[in-house]
């Protein structure tokens, strides 16, 4: 006989996320900008449980700055993937060119996350940009995560051009207004063969947990933990939320329905 709480850790340990080759037990990817401090840092990001952490090569001190406070030393390659991004990258050749730059820092590191942005206010993601840069950087030998808006058909297209993991915004990067199309979120679910990741817009432990209630494959975030009153404690909220909403979306939710039904039906009692 099958000893169901064996069953189910097995199941859990086996449900793992694959990037480019490389299994992570943790769906929840975070950013290292916006907290108060390096240690600060590090703190959040062992609650988060996060495997896989986010760098902006333009605004992060990974060795180029000698003498300065250097991430890395907090957060060690050794103990996390690093996932170079371009952030505040406006142009496909300022975002080749940081992608290629992350690579000659982190001797021949080639997973990367890549963002083109096409507007300052929104920071919304210029998606022809995007696209160009994309076809370049998979050429190059990049295994290229990238930031998309929610587009069903683009997020296919990214797809087709190579990229190891598509990421649409749930809404804008740093609202915290959560997701705002689920539709569209499951469309894209429904027509992907890689990992979909959602990027921007989650602001509490309920949206991470809607984002993977939907079937998508893991949720990256920075804001929403860095600007919380309490970081650390948020990022262990965020790890709980998208472990939860993952056992919800593999356990299959009831179906909706309009009106009740008795939890303990009357048929067959003695009365």
Known sequence: MTDIHTHTQTDALDDTLLIAGTRYRSRLLTGTGKFADLEQTRQATEAAGAEIVTVA???????????????????????????????????????????????????????????????????????????????????????????????PIIAKRLEEIGCVAVMPLAAPIGSGLGIQNKYNLLTIIENARVPIIVDAGVGTASDAAIAMELGCDGVLMNTAIAHAKDPVLMA????????????????????????????????????
């Open 236 to 271: 262990s909220a965020m790890k709980k939320a998208v472990e939860a909403g993952r056992e919800a979306y593999r356990a299959g939710r009831m179906p909706k329905k309009r009106f009740a039904s008795a939890s303990s039906p009357l048929d067959g009692l003695f009365f």
């Open 57 to 151: 090569i333009r605004r992060t001190n990974i060795g180029q700055n000698p003498g300065e406070p250097n991430l890395l030393d907090v957060l060690p390659p050794s103990r996390y993937t690093l996932l170079p991004n371009t952030a505040g990258c406006y142009t496909v050749e300022d975002a080749v060119r940081t992608c290629r730059l992350a690579r000659e820092l982190l001797d021949g590191h080639d997973l990367v996350k890549l963002e083109v942005l096409g507007d300052e206010k929104t920071l919304y993601p210029d998606v022809t940009a995007t696209l160009a840069a994309a076809e370049i950087l998979v050429k190059d030998g990049f295994k290229v995560m990238v930031y998309t808006s929610d587009d």
